[in-house]
């Protein structure tokens, strides 16, 4: 154990008092994730985004350059909670359909058990769940959480909070239209990222301040269906353009995207105001994340990286991330560039609430893959990690993916096999001042019929030095130079090794009578629900 790095922290913690001025000595940690968020879709990243707050937070405190997380929801969402690579879970292979039978097994304890049980936290999660909901034993209130205020899904309607043919809303166990059932399509009181943010400050509110907080914040935002109430959208005239990948000038609703990442930052802002004046900011964690990469074809941007979301370039699962506390950072203001992974959040939580950083005393943690990034984050060290396994995946030979990033020294490679995506450009958002003309969409589809299609396959082999191109626009595979061959053959060995860890997908087919529906709305179901369904 790091004695100076104790020593700071219980000095720190032991010192900090509420407004009655008693002893805190664990600190309120809230989790903030957004969803499909790019690293070129917030502020301190691109001034065209107006997010005021979150700039305001991340700047005062350490943003994370080398944020790494999975190209998808499901995957990323698994790391968060358990501290483990997808891989080995069986979530590694994309999202968990409402059809689906997939969860984590209750062998793998997820941040908020960990957190009440061992540690003495309230936790309360509000937003996007996406980890199954084939019986009730999977949701988050039987997974450590004292409350839930959200939906179980990938995606829902931002006003009438339905997915696909049926609604997907909870209050805890309890399905039911939010406050207001018939929501006209811009009522600003109905929008899910502003009624999120109501219930964390309900919550906050009522919360007793002798007991230490976790609050996990998923926003569905700024993840499509586009949509915002118009006084933001408002913000934002203009059109935006961007070229894809079969060199079409396509026109991007970044108009609707960039409010919707406002409204984040406006939910934001008010849940700090309130933390503040309640006292609470005194002990306390701040942590952001987004869940993947940014779509451009709905908005979403990941310049300079290449890529977007669903492919394993940079632009997928390199994201904007950060973490602040007023009174607990020794150092901040900064930008680093040390590596974090997705995994990394869970055991740097359980440390913050003052457990070992030897994991291996504790039984559910074992074999834990995140790692405690605390004095990292709160002192300004290096990252505890050296290397960074993206995904084990190999379903089918048109899907495989091997992938893991390492750190050599100052340099930083990664390695890919298989599918890492068709996407491998980098995209840029451009206002533009004139309409497009019917001819020019006639040439776009001209272009697009003479555009190579080429599949991804399982030989497929990439070996990038991100340390020095974050572009990823050579490729040194099977380079000559003798110590790129030395790096080459590590990396490979290292995904040769790993391989015998993966466990296969639970994902890997739909139900044909689920029973996953009622009385309009997706549900679990008593028991084993339709976990055992078949296919």
């Known amino acids: 154990m790091d004695i100076l790095k104790w020593t700071v922290l219980w000095f720190l913690m032991v010192c900090q008092t509420n407004g009655n001025g008693a002893?805190?000595?664990?600190?309120?940690?809230?989790?903030?994730?957004?969803?499909?968020?790019?690293?070129?879709?917030?502020?301190?990243?691109?001034?065209?985004?107006?997010?005021?707050?979150?700039?305001?937070?991340?700047?005062?405190?350490?943003?994370?350059?080398?944020?790494?997380?999975?190209?998808?929801?499901?995957?990323?969402?698994?790391?968060?909670?358990?501290?483990?690579?997808?891989?080995?879970?069986?979530?590694?292979?994309?999202?968990?359909?409402?059809?689906?039978?997939?969860?984590?097994?209750?062998?793998?304890?997820?941040?908020?058990?960990?957190?009440?049980?061992?540690?003495?936290?309230?936790?309360?999660?509000?937003?996007?769940?996406?980890?199954?909901?084939?019986?009730?034993?999977?949701?988050?209130?039987?997974?450590?959480?004292?409350?839930?205020?959200?939906?179980?899904?990938?995606?829902?309607?931002?006003?009438?909070?339905?997915?696909?043919?049926?609604?997907?809303?909870?209050?805890?166990?309890?399905?039911?239209?939010?406050?207001?059932?018939?929501?006209?399509?811009?009522?600003?009181?109905?929008?899910?990222?502003?009624?999120?943010?109501?219930?964390?400050?309900?919550?906050?509110?009522?919360?007793?301040?002798?007991?230490p907080l976790f609050m996990y914040l998923a926003f569905q935002a700024p993840h499509s269906r586009l949509m915002a109430p118009q006084y933001l959208k408002d913000k934002y005239p203009g059109t935006w353009t961007y070229t894809d990948r079969f060199g079409s000038t396509v026109t991007a609703d970044r108009s609707t995207f960039y409010a919707m990442v406002t409204a984040v930052d406006e939910a934001i802002g008010e849940l700090y105001s309130e933390l503040d004046k309640l006292g609470l900011l005194e002990n306390a964690i701040i942590a952001f994340t987004s869940d993947n990469?940014?779509?451009?074809?709905?908005?979403?941007?990941?310049?300079?990286?290449?890529?977007?979301?669903?492919?394993?370039?940079?632009?997928?699962?390199?994201?904007?991330?950060?973490?602040?506390?007023?009174?607990?950072?020794?150092?901040?203001?900064?930008?680093?560039?040390?590596?974090?992974?997705?995994?990394?959040?869970?055991?740097?939580?359980?440390?913050?609430?003052?457990?070992?950083?030897?994991?291996?005393?504790?039984?559910?943690?074992?074999?834990?893959?995140?790692?405690?990034?605390?004095?990292?984050?709160?002192?300004?060290?290096?990252?505890?990690?050296?290397?960074?396994?993206?995904?084990?995946?190999?379903?089918?030979?048109?899907?495989?993916?091997?992938?893991?990033?390492?750190?050599?020294?100052?340099?930083?490679?990664?390695?890919?096999?298989?599918?890492?995506?068709r996407r491998n450009i980098v995209y840029t958002a451009t206002k533009v001042s004139r309409k497009r003309t019917f001819m020019d969409r006639l040439e776009d589809l001209l272009k697009r019929s003479r555009s190579d299609r080429t599949k991804r396959a399982k030989r497929d082999k990439y070996l990038f030095k991100i340390s020095d191109d974050v572009t990823e626009s050579t490729n040194w595979y099977n380079d000559p130079d003798p110590n790129i061959q030395t790096i080459q053959t590590d990396l490979e060995n290292e995904i040769a090794a790993e391989i015998n860890n993966a466990v296969s997908p639970m994902n890997l087919y739909s139900c044909s009578s689920p029973n996953n529906s009622l009385n309009g709305f997706w549900t679990a179901g008593a028991g084993n629900g339709w976990c055992d369904c078949t296919p």
């Open 23 to 211: 002893a805190n000595q664990k600190p309120h940690i809230f989790f903030i994730t957004v969803d499909d968020m790019g690293n070129n879709d917030i502020g301190y990243n691109n001034a065209e985004v107006q997010t005021p707050n979150i700039d305001g937070l991340a700047k005062a405190g350490v943003i994370l350059d080398s944020n790494y997380v999975y190209p998808v929801c499901t995957p990323s969402r698994a790391a968060f909670m358990t501290g483990r690579y997808a891989h080995k879970i069986g979530l590694q292979h994309g999202v968990i359909e409402h059809n689906q039978p997939a969860y984590i097994n209750n062998t793998f304890k997820t941040v908020a058990e960990k957190l009440t049980t061992n540690y003495g936290y309230a936790a309360h999660m509000i937003g996007k769940w996406h980890l199954g909901n084939c019986k009730d034993e999977v949701t988050p209130t039987y997974r450590g959480f004292n409350s839930f205020y959200g939906f179980y899904g990938g995606a829902e309607h931002y006003y009438t909070y339905k997915s696909g043919s049926h609604k997907d809303f909870r209050d805890n166990l309890t399905a039911f239209d939010p406050q207001h059932p018939n929501y006209p399509s811009e009522d600003v009181d109905g929008y899910s990222t502003f009624e999120y943010v109501k219930r964390a400050i309900k919550l906050v509110e009522n919360h007793d301040k002798s007991q």
């Open 293 to 421: 990469g940014g779509q451009p074809a709905v908005g979403g941007f990941n310049n300079p990286y290449r890529g977007t979301k669903g492919s394993y370039y940079e632009g997928g699962i390199r994201v904007p991330g950060f973490i602040y506390s007023k009174t607990l950072l020794t150092q901040s203001g900064y930008r680093s560039q040390e590596l974090m992974h997705a995994s990394d959040w869970m055991p740097t939580f359980i440390s913050l609430a003052g457990g070992s950083a030897d994991l291996t005393s504790d039984s559910d943690l074992v074999d834990i893959d995140g790692v405690d990034e605390t004095q990292m984050l709160l002192s300004k060290s290096g990252s505890a990690r050296s290397k960074i396994f993206l995904n084990i995946d190999e379903v089918t030979a048109s899907t495989t993916i091997y992938g893991v990033i390492k750190q050599y020294g100052s340099e930083v490679w990664k390695y890919v096999q298989g599918d890492i995506g």
